[in-house]
């Protein structure tokens, strides 16, 4: 693993620790209960703001405390490496992945598999390549020498598929496109290229439609240049260390909470603050191997040289 990697993870946790007041590792305390809740930590997906990630899921943990008993202190992680890093290191119960985050923390063995959302039957959503509907660039190929905003270096559909989707097409990311630019979210890559910062940007479709609900962004003034195969949804996952009650526990509660007599089903919200039809336990984590199969070939080193050239356009 490359030392600015290594480094970097250092520092995340140092930051992690002072923010949520050096606590004890999960495994060591019994959770659940109103006074020691269940420690919940969720990617920030579109910004992390109160408003938005917190607000897409405290329904979720507030239902199943309903439903269960059991108590939840939800949390919205400053980054995507951050939420890894607080299972890593003991300081979170349960999490909100994206796909990639989930693999990273999961290969770690930080991570064991939850539930993951379904809507309408489906499991999956996409990523896409997003240009403005003014651009001449019509094609993939067409990206050669222009400029691409991504997220974080650890979302499947705001980094890891977009550039899966230019190498599928002979571009070398690394060395055929112009300045790449890492925003942290899909929100502030969509809005980098409605600025003219960059001429095209990697965002999932749920993330682009939330941005036109609830950021005002104008959908006529962008274009859909390419499509992602199918994403497995962003998973819920569990501290490993939590014990075999609590992991059952979890399992029945989120499985059923849907179904509950006086829940509002409102309430039973996933990716993008979007209603969902239920959430299932009984997901094989194979799905988010073999999606990881598309993507293998951007690993530490891959994102090491990503960071160096995102950091020399900055320049």
């Given amino acids: ?29 019994k959770r659940g209960t109103r ?23 405290k329904p979720l943990f ?32 349960i999490a909100w992945f994206g796909p990639v985050s989930f693999i990273e923390a999961r290969n770690r063995g930080c991570a064991e598999l939850l539930a993951v959302e379904e809507r309408d039957g489906s499991s999956t959503y996409y990523a896409a390549l997003f240009v403005s509907a003014s651009s001449d660039i019509r094609a993939v190929e067409d990206l050669q020498g222009h400029s691409l905003a991504l997220g974080s270096s650890h979302s499947a559909s705001s980094f890891a598929y977009p550039i899966a989707m230019i190498a599928q097409a002979g571009i070398d990311p690394l060395f055929d496109l112009g300045a790449l630019r890492l925003t942290g979210s ?95 336990t009984r997901v094989d984590e194979t799905v988010f191997t073999d999606a990881a199969a598309a993507i293998a070939f951007i690993d530490d080193d891959f994102k090491a040289a990503v960071l160096r050239k995102a950091g020399a356009a900055q320049n």
């Fill in 35 to 57: 006074q020691e809740p269940l420690r919940v930590l969720l990617i920030p997906a579109d910004g992390g703001t109160e408003d938005g990630t917190k607000a897409d899921f």
């Fill in 186 to 280: 899909h929100a502030n890559s969509l809005m980098a290229l409605k600025s003219g910062q960059v001429d095209a940007a990697g965002a999932s479709l749920v993330s682009f439609e939330r941005a036109v609900n609830q950021a005002g962004l104008d959908a006529s003034a962008f274009r859909i240049l390419a499509k992602s195969d199918p994403i497995p949804n962003p998973p819920i996952a569990m501290n490993p260390g939590l014990s075999v009650a609590m992991k059952s526990a979890l399992r029945d509660a989120i499985a059923g909470v849907h179904a509950a007599p006086g829940v509002n089903q409102d309430a039973i919200r996933g990716y993008g603050g979007k209603r969902v039809d239920r959430y299932d």
């Fill in 62 to 93: 507030d239902a199943i405390t309903r439903t269960s008993g059991l108590y939840f202190d939800v949390q919205v992680g400053q980054s995507y490496a951050a939420v890894i890093e607080g299972m890593c290191a003991g300081l979170a119960d």
């Fill in 1 to 29: 693993m490359p030392r600015v990697i290594r480094m970097r993870r250092v520092w995340i946790v140092m930051a992690f620790l002072f923010a949520f007041g050096a606590l004890e590792p999960a495994s060591a305390q």
